[in-house]
């Protein structure tokens, strides 16, 4: 008996050898002669030693991958294991190939948007194919500009209540850390907007904000899986501590998303929509009908919901924390910023800003842009690419899984300069746009799986930027030290501290 189980053994033990030397020779056949720093690649781990780096994804992580950057300037391997390699694009020429098509993400054994779906399922940002095409179809009216247009009123209401909770720090002469306060900001913006559901979430006295405080545990575990092959499997993963916690995390945003349906459902039940010019996003959903009269299963729904929910909130939290914490750190900006700012609040009738008041602030804008490409807020993207691409001398094959690395392409020095680490707004003048590759600065992707909510986007950081600009000036606090850390959006490992003194 004993015999047989050894024989067993032995066999599973060869097979599993065996079919990990032939992974191993073909991968390595496959990307043979790719540009790659072997130097910084241990004969086993590959890059994850620097993936990992004290445990977490971090600043040593964005330091590497820019010294590589500098020197592939188009794309590099990145090694996962032995068995596992990554081709990282970092150039607009290379990018650009997989960009323009509609390429699906990798949602194979151990690629990282699997790693999502509990929580995502299958919504726009995950689907893809002909799921993909058709909620893409079905969601693009809600971003119409004249259904964006009266939400400025909401942004300006929801920066107010920020502008009330920093208010309190400033009081104490206390610096305050401007992620969370933002996060809320942001929350509470696409919770009126696209579900017309209004919250508390900004209230300080509530003390936590257990939807925020939850998406940021799900976020950082899914990128930190997405670096522990010994997790991939979903069987061993979810009897784990983490992976049991990361289920009951996605089981409680769930019941958020679930109860913002629900209310509403109902709301619509008394609603004559006939009567309505445009609906909203959570509005399109409930009463979507394919030509067969069917509508979207519920499950469908929640995806989109959730969706929606986090790439509403976290990305913006993200984009608007850090431009902040540029400003900060630039004053000279900061104050141009606030007398361009001052001069065009003074010259509307309301003394408010409306929609088309917003493109007049150039000069916050130029700030915008180049805070989003100096902090990259959603840092990196995977691909699969259906067809074969040519990057220099090199062919990556069909069904390999691309990484679009954002932040590597807005640090990369034959793009931007020797000086890409510095906050330059004059990068994004008129004249210097105009001489842009359209390829070379991509915040919110490109192409046809570009970001659904960039308009949307782009008014909010700009009204809450400038509601807050126009009652403060921040200042660094010098005692926090301000370190980035990667999850699917870019966030700060202990936050970010501001002074704001009341202008
Ligand atoms: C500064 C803010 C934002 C940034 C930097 C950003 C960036 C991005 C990027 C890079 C992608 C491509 C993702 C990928 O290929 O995996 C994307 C897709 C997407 N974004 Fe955003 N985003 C922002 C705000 C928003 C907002 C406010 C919404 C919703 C209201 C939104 C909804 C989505 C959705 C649904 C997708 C998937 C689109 C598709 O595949 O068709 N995003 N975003």
């Avoid at 043979?32 to 720093?37: D, I, K, L, R, Y």
């Avoid at 001069?343 to 989003?372: A, H, P």
């Amino acid at each position: 008996m004993a015999d047989i189980f050894i024989l067993g053994a032995s066999t599973i033990l060869v097979l599993v050898i065996t079919h990990l030397l032939i992974k191993i020779i073909k991968v390595k056949y496959t990307f043979w002669g790719f540009p790659e720093s072997i130097y910084d690649k241990h004969w086993l781990l590959g890059h994850l030693p620097h993936i990992r780096h004290q445990g977490y994804l971090g600043q040593h992580f964005l330091d590497k991958i820019i010294e590589w950057t500098e020197k592939y300037p188009t794309m590099f391997l990145l090694w996962i294991g032995p068995a596992t390699a990554r081709v990282v694009l970092n150039h607009p020429d290379s990018l650009k190939q997989i960009l323009r098509t509609a390429d699906p993400k990798p949602v194979g054994y151990g690629q990282a948007y699997r790693h999502g779906i509990p929580w995502l399922g299958e919504g726009l940002l995950i689907a893809g194919g002909a799921k993909w095409k058709r909620s893409r179809r079905l969601l693009t009216p809600a971003f119409h500009f004249d259904i964006l247009k009266p939400y400025v009123k909401v942004y300006k209401t929801c920066a107010d209540q920020l502008v009330k909770n920093i208010q309190t720090f400033a009081d104490r002469k206390e610096s305050a850390e401007v992620f969370g306060l933002v996060s809320g900001c942001t929350l509470d913006i696409i919770l009126q907007c696209a579900f017309s559901y209004e919250t508390d979430c900004q209230n300080l006295l509530r003390n936590d904000n257990r939807y925020v405080t939850t998406v940021y545990e799900i976020a950082t575990e899914w990128t930190r899986r997405n670096t522990c092959p010994w997790l991939y499997s979903d069987l061993f993963y979810f009897n784990t501590k983490m992976g049991k916690q990361f289920k009951s995390h996605c089981d409680y945003v769930h019941t958020v998303a679930d109860d913002i349906i629900a209310k509403r459902r109902r709301a619509l039940e008394d609603a004559d929509l006939s009567e309505r010019k445009y609906l909203d996003f959570l509005d399109i959903l409930l009463t979507a009908k394919d030509g067969d009269g069917q509508g979207m299963s519920i499950e469908d729904i929640r995806s989109e919901v959730d969706t929606f929910l986090f790439e509403g909130h976290d990305t913006t939290a993200s984009a608007i924390s850090w431009i902040l914490y540029s400003l900060a750190e630039h004053p000279e900006h900061q104050m141009k910023c606030q007398e361009e700012i001052d001069r065009v609040v003074s010259e509307t009738e309301s003394g408010e800003l409306e929609w088309n008041d917003l493109d007049r602030l150039e000069y916050l804008t130029q700030c915008i842009k180049e805070g989003m490409r100096l902090h990259s807020p959603v840092p990196g993207i995977l691909r699969e690419n259906q067809a074969p691409i040519k990057v220099d001398n090199h062919v990556i094959p069909t069904g390999s899984c691309l990484t679009i690395s954002i932040y590597c392409l807005h640090h990369n020095p034959t793009v931007w300069g020797q000086d890409h680490m510095d906050f330059r707004p004059e990068r994004f003048s008129k004249e210097n746009v105009r001489k842009m590759d359209p390829f070379a600065y991509c915040p919110f992707s490109a192409g046809p799986r570009n970001c659904i909510g960039q308009n949307f986007a782009m008014a909010e950081e700009k009204m809450v930027l400038a509601t807050l600009l126009q009652r403060f000036t921040f200042s660094v606090d010098k005692t926090h030290m301000v370190e980035k850390l990667l999850a699917a959006v870019m966030r700060a490992r202990n936050g970010i501290k501001l002074f704001a003194s009341p202008r």
